[in-house]
């Protein structure tokens, strides 16, 4: 069952309304904008159809308006052999086309008061459709907001993310223990012969720099 019984209801109504009474805005919403748009569709193929029957109406007219000149023209004939006879009942015909017409007249008049009205109401209608969407769109990102708060807070907290990080801690706990427990196997030993030649080299390095430098500082 829809949420409008008719098409007047959608134009005239009052989309915050329905949602402050809804109990899941959401999903009232989407119904909101399907029925919407279904409706927007039948509106539009109402209205094809009265341009459809308008164009028709003025096909037949045509078709009068040239008949009634060709009775006019063999009432005319009909005179001209005496034959007035004919010539009455050539006329007649013609009024007969003439009432004809008017009656066709009458219901362009009545189409085009209700293209006016189709016209109008699609507007509105179209005015809601997009009210709606808006309303939508801002519920979806409300939602979605909703949903990221509510996912942070609960990763915040959770206990099993604090458990992980204390694992995390006993776990570089362990790994100094093994590195200390690693460099404590190079206490109390002494150097050996690489490592003094390497001290030596970066001696001699720290010297030749230090001349330098002197020399410069010299020369200055």
């Known amino acids: 069952m ?11 109504s009052n989309i915050n309304a329905i949602l402050d009474r809804a109990e899941d805005p959401e999903k009232i919403i989407r119904l909101i904008v399907q ?3 279904d409706t927007l569709v039948e509106a539009r193929t109402s209205a094809a159809r009265l341009i459809a029957e308008k164009k028709d109406i003025h096909r037949r007219l045509d078709k009068i308006s040239e008949a009634s000149v060709e009775w006019n023209q063999r009432a005319e004939l009909a005179l001209s ?8 009942a050539a006329l007649s015909e013609k009024a007969k086309l003439a009432e004809t017409a008017k009656h066709m007249a009458d219901e362009l008049g009545h189409l085009d008061e ?3 009205q189709s016209d109008a109401d699609i507007a509105k209608l179209q005015a809601k459709l997009l009210e709606a969407k808006a309303k939508q769109k801002a519920l979806v990102a409300r939602h979605e907001n909703v949903s990221t708060r509510l996912r942070t ?3 915040t907290h ?3 993310v604090d458990d992980a990080l204390m694992r995390f801690e006993q776990i570089e706990k362990k790994i100094d223990h093994t590195e200390a427990l690693a460099e404590s196997y190079d ?3 002494g150097k050996t012969l690489a490592e003094e030649i390497a001290a030596l080299e970066s001696e001699t390095a720290v010297d030749q720099e230090l001349s ?3 020399q410069k500082l010299g020369k200055s």
């Not at 052999?81 to 009455?88: H, I, P, W």
């Open 2 to 12: 829809g949420i409008f019984s008719r098409l007047s209801d959608i134009v005239n």
């Open 35 to 37: 029925e919407m748009e």
């Open 81 to 88: 052999k005496d034959r007035e006879d004919l010539a009455r």
């Open 114 to 116: 209700a293209l006016a």
């Open 153 to 155: 807070k609960r990763m």
């Open 158 to 160: 959770d206990h099993r």
């Open 187 to 189: 206490l109390g030993r």
């Open 212 to 214: 330098a430098l002197k």
